[in-house]
């Protein structure tokens, strides 16, 4: 499953999009953002040196219903797993400060108070990038809650606060997107699905070659490798982040779905059909991992009949020494999960967590983290 589906069934409350609909989200640039940045701006390999982790506690029950206060501890379980290994910044409504800090704790933790949405700060804080010479920056893409799906009119406005806390310069796009729709390797190739980026929701009247141009500027790419995506099935219109994943240039993870009644049966075979013929931006054929996701798992509150429920191992999280994957508790696929893992990204630890209420939301561990690179 790609990721955050189970929102789809909050339309009906939560399309209230605030400040999104008066600005008319298109084409407007977010806060002080410079359109005109210098060029030399990359986004840089995520699986390289990280100066923090950002994670965003704020489930709340109006999105999340009962599952908020275990979506909540999930968060909180992350956030002290990763700062056993670099710093951590947890973004939290002001007004729940204090309990974010009893559940996350302050061992190499601290707390950025914002007004807040939801969890999904990959996708809503923007995208760093940085200059080679020590300088760091943010490109916002203007989130819009996924085309106009859930209310996001205080996620929208986080990036440009993520960037001042963070000292890095905003820089601005006339693009929508999302960072969980993004996936580098660094080097200047991107793989991107155009069911995201390619939509009217996000960005009407324009065509790929407008949106890819726009990319490689902001982004500093050379070569974007496209994938189809799938439309309408999860409300991100499919993520990158659940079917590619570079593990270091020229080399890559795709998601190989084995349920023959999953929507993505097909198209994660249309994707690795595409990724085996590729190159990348320097003209590497890529080597293609896969990583099917499990086909049993643990039978709980919050998978047990869940259509909606994100198990996807591909959507882990790399952090100074270790890897951050889950376990779904189907012993056979979480072991092949480890042991792919341990074997691509030798030297750091693999910590794998039960993240069952963030999957039963539809989303995983990348979605709902956001890594600030070391300059």
Not at 194 to 215: H, K, T, Y
Not at 271 to 277: G, P, Y
């Amino acid at each position: 499953m790609s990721s955050r589906r189970h929102f789809l069934k909050l339309l009906g409350a939560s399309t209230g999009l605030g400040g999104l609909s008066a600005l008319g989200i298109t084409g407007t640039l977010t806060g002080s953002a410079n359109a005109h940045a210098p060029a030399g701006w990359r986004m840089p390999d995520e699986h390289a040196r990280q100066e923090r982790i950002v994670l965003a506690f704020a489930a709340s029950e109006r999105v999340w219903g009962g599952s908020a206060a275990a979506v909540n501890d999930c968060i909180a379980q992350l956030a002290r797993t990763i700062a056993r290994y670099q710093p951590v910044t947890v973004l939290c409504r002001p007004a729940q400060e204090a309990l974010a800090r009893s559940r996350c704790g302050t061992h190499n933790i601290d707390y950025l108070p914002v007004a807040l949405d939801d969890v999904w700060v990959r996708d809503y804080g923007g995208c760093f990038v940085v200059d080679g010479q020590g300088g760091l920056g943010l490109v916002d893409f203007n989130f819009n809650g996924w085309g106009n799906k859930q209310r996001a009119s205080q996620d929208t406005a986080v990036a440009e606060v993520l960037g001042e806390e963070m000292g890095a310069r905003l820089i601005g796009s006339h693009l929508v997107g999302e960072g969980g729709g993004i996936e580098v390797d660094g080097h200047g190739t991107a793989i991107l699905t155009e069911s995201c980026w390619v939509n009217r929701n996000r960005n009407p009247g324009l065509d790929r070659a407008q949106i890819e141009a726009e990319l490689k500027a902001r982004l500093g790419l050379r070569k974007v490798i496209w994938l189809p995506g799938i439309k309408g099935e999860d409300i991100t219109d499919a993520h990158v982040d659940f079917y590619a994943r570079f593990v270091r240039p020229g080399v890559v993870i795709a998601n190989l779905d084995n349920d023959p009644q999953s929507y993505d049966h097909e198209v994660t075979r249309t994707h690795l059909a595409l990724l085996r013929s590729a190159t990348d931006a320097d003209g590497r054929a890529l080597q293609v991992h896969t990583l099917p996701p499990p086909l049993e798992g643990r039978r709980n509150v919050h998978t047990r009949g869940n259509p909606d429920l994100a198990r996807g191992y591909i959507n882990y999280l790399p952090v100074n020494g270790a890897v951050i994957a889950p376990q779904f508790g189907d012993a056979h696929a979480d072991g092949y999960c480890r042991d792919l893992l341990a074997r691509l990204y030798p030297g750091r630890v693999i910590e794998q967590l039960d993240i069952d209420p963030i999957a039963g939301g539809g989303g995983g561990i990348h979605c709902i983290t956001k890594n600030v690179p070391l300059v």
